[in-house]
Structures are given as structure tokens and as C-alpha cells.
């Protein structure tokens, strides 16, 4: 039988409304449903009973409540009974004695009306003993969804801790964190605690690898004198736990062959002594000359080769290559076949890609000028290949042409540019030769570009205190225009960071304590566990204006 008199959270004072209908005319819902009272009372000692009553000041949809409801330590034999607004969760198991109970409903919750979402986790502790365990961890989840991210709670007092694996334990504890990220984990026992955040996509209170994203963070433990753990920060990320793979290969001619990699590679795991190439029927060597990438992620690669034969078949097999995480090629998909070209190379390279485009081309003065071909180029380029010219005199710019990979070249001006002069870039093509002698024939390509005033851009200069480690990187996010790249720099040794050339914007600054040198902020593992890398924001966005630098920016890690 239900009881009819809840204990009272919120009173809401519910004059004329006969349904559930806003007034025509109105404007839209958009309150979140809370939950206006329960029973038992918060912090109920004692409690012998074998249901929790809930009440909501709206009608809910129940599947989103009856998905969202966790009960710590966790109660498996339970059902729900509905009426109305009203939720009644019956135990049909005995409760253990002796011990607090902690019920939390998700923000995955949402309204009838408007479908709009429980503003933050709601939480109700009881015991069946004489008192209340009082331990709480908050903090939060920084990402660009935060809401409705699962916190995970394990209790190590009684486990060993290396032997914990989230795809297979369900949490001790739990809650959910609201629309700003944020997140309470309250009633903790006093113990030693390893936490997790992950997007629970399938809702089954388990970690399933390459589907949820998921951070680590340093253990918190709480004891009899401190019993509150705060500022606990997480971010997360979609775990690589597959090995790369080929995923194809083929021979655009006689002397090319694009390779595709499943994922982005190590490029410092790549050299042409990992490439061999054998025919299946006379097994010779098919010798790889060179190679060069075609994206910037090294996830395709083109292998320059000895002459192939026509319609013949080849093994392509890769070994010691690995993924950026540094995971080694996987075995069973490391080889590929494919069919040898008879179409010879005659194909002149062409450019494909630049450090500026044609139709907003501007550089710094001082800038240097990159271009990436679609082939190996011969060496070496001459400098009378390509040619800087400024526009108003016709004057040439002295400069030099350097190779930064196989198909890369540098211009590099042996002066400053004038602030404002348009200039114009030439190519003469009989100077870009690929191995097989192929080029563009008496042509020249002209690219126009001006040269930008570094005052119109502004700087940011400060000190970060560190983290006690050496590899302290700082980023710098424009708010304003998404479209900007991140820019990343690293301190030096007394902790002085600086950005240049900075488009105006309000700026976020976040700084982590780069441990593997990769210039990523790695989020952590659950399995074997790795703590994330340690990171913090700068307390205030940064309004960055032309002409006018911001200096003397502390950046505090405590």
C-alpha cells in the first residue's frame, strides 16, 4: 500500500491546472522537471522498510527515469510502480544491514512536454544502521558535451586495485553530471577510491572500449578528518585498443602504390626498410625506393618502387609500423595483395598542398613558404625554380628552396618582407622533376600574396608554475572563432610561455602536464590504468586585441 504523505523537498503551490498543457499562446517550456519530495526522508537512519516514493513536480517520461535510477550499493531485485507523477521503487531483496544506501537519478531524465532534461543528478541517502556515511567527492568533466556523463566510484579497501577493470565490475558507487559538467558523489564510506568518467552509451553500467569515452584521475580517499574530496578534474576520450591495419593498396602506376592505413601512424615507426613487396609466383623482391605521406597524419602513405610488371601479383607486407597510441601493426592484417600496373609514370608532379591559399594569401614577414607535391622530387631545386618578385618594382626577393621531406619544399626569403607589398610567387616547372624524369613542360604558375602587419594581430605572454614536471604544454583556444587552429606551445624551464601573432578573440588557456611527450592531453586508461595526464584551465578567458599585448599572465597550478 502507498503512503500518501511524502516527505517534502521543494513545496510547489499548483493553483488550476487541471492538465498538463501550457496556456495556448504561451511561451515554450523550458523548466526541468525536479523531484518535489520522497520518502524515506533524506538521511533516514534505521530504515526497515522496502521501497523508496518518489514524487516529480511534472509528468516524466518513464523509461528515461527507470534508465536513470542507481542505487549504491546496488540492489538488482527491484520494480517500479507508477501513478501519476509519483515513482515507487520496491526492494525485493533484503537491504544489508548496517550499511548507507545511496539512490541517484540521473539528468537523463526528461519531461513530457518539452522533453527538457533533469537540471542535475538528484541523490537520497538512507542507512539501515544508526548512522550516515558522510564522505563526498565533487569536481568536473570538461568536454564539449558534459551533461550526462557517468561517474564511476570503485572502492579499493577490499580489491586489489591492478585487478579492477571497468568492462567488467559495475561501480560501488555512481551519479551523473549536470548541464555544466559538474558532479557530487556524497554518503561515501571512508575508504580509498578509484574514479572514472564515461559516456555510458549503452546504459549498462559497464565500460565498452572504443564505444564510450572514458578518463581517469588520481585516486581520492576520504577519511574520518577529511571527509571531502573537491576539485577533482576529468576529461575524456574514445580509447584506441585496436591495432592499425592495411586497409588497401593500390598501384596507380608502374612505380606508385597508395597505401591506406586504418588509423594515423607513428611517423617515426615508418622507413622503407618496414615495406617489402614480393610476386606471388616467382617470389622476387620488388624493391621500395622511397615513400613519403600524402596527409599530415600519416594514415596514407605512397610508395615510390622498382619498375612493377603488368597484371602480376604482389604481396605488400608491413613490419614494426605503429599507430600514434603505439600499438604495433596487427599481425593477421599487416599484408595486402594487389595487382602490378603497366602504366608508366608519366604523370608530372603538381602541388598538393600549401602553407597559404590563393584566395586569402597573406604571410608574416618573416614567414617561411611550404609546399607538399604529389611525387618525390628530384634534388636538387634550383633557386631560379621558383622566384619571389615584389609587384610594385618588379624587384626580385632573394631566396632559398629547401627540402623538409622527399616531397616537401621550404622558401625561404633571405629578407624581410615589406609590410603590406604584394608580392608574386612563380614556379617554373622544368625545375620539379619526379625519379622518373617527369615534369610539366614549359609552364610557369604565378600565386599572388601580401604580406600581413604583425600589429594586427595581438600576443600573450605569462608563467605557468608547473606541475613539478618538465613537460608543462599550454594551449590557446580562440572562443571566438572556433575556425582557428589550437595553438600549442611548451614552457621553458622558469615556466614563461608566449603566443605571437594571435587573430583578436577571447582566448581559454588550459594547461597539462605533457608525461609522454606526444603534445596531446591523453585523458588516461581504465585497463591496465593510467591516470589522465593532469590539466588546468586559466581562470579567466583572455580578450586578445591588436597592438596590444597581454603580459604578465600567472598561470597557478593549485
Known sequence: MKVKFLFPIVFLLLAGCAGQRPPEGGPADSVPPEIISVLPAPNTVNYSDNSIIIEFSEYVDRRSVEGAVFISPAVDEKEFDWSGTELEIIFHQELRKNTTYVLTIGTDVTDVRARNRMAKAFTLAFSTGTKIDNGTITGKVFDEKPDGVMIFSYRLNSILADTLNPAVSKPDYLTQT???????????????????ALRDEYRNLLYDAETDDIGTTDDATVTAKDTLISSVK???????????RIVSVTASDNRHLSL??????????????????????????????????????????????????????????????KDKNGFLINPTAKMKQFAGSGVNDTIPPKVLSSSFQENSAKIMPEAEIVFQFTDVLQKPITDTSITIQRMKDSAFVPSSVLFRSLNTVVIKPKQKLNIGDQYLLSFTWNGFKDPAGNYYKDSITHAGFSVDDPENFGSIDGVFAGFGGAKNMITAVNLSDKKQTERKTVTNASGKFTFTELPEGKYSLKAFDDVNGNSVHDAGKPFPWKKGERFLFYRDTIRVRARWPVDGVMFNSK
Do not use: C, H, W
Open 234 to 244: 576529468f576529461t575524456i576520450a574514445k580509447e584506441d585498443t585496436t591495432p592499425p
Open 178 to 196: 549536470g548541464k555544466n559538467g559538474e558532479f557530487v558523489l556524497p554518503n561515501l564510506a571512508q575508504g580509498t577510491y578509484r574514479l572514472f
Open 260 to 321: 591506406q592505413f586504418s588509423e594515423p601512424m607513428d611517423s617515426a615507426s615508418l622507413s622503407t626498410a618496414a615495406f617489402s613487396i614480393t610476386d606471388t609466383l616467382s617470389r622476387p623482391i620488388l624493391n621500395v625506393q622511397q615513400f613519403f605521406a600524402t596527409n599530415p597524419q600519416f594514415s596514407s602513405v605512397t610508395l615510390v618502387t622498382e619498375p612493377q610488371r603488368k597484371e602480376s601479383l604482389y604481396v605488400l607486407q608491413v613490419n614494426g609500423v
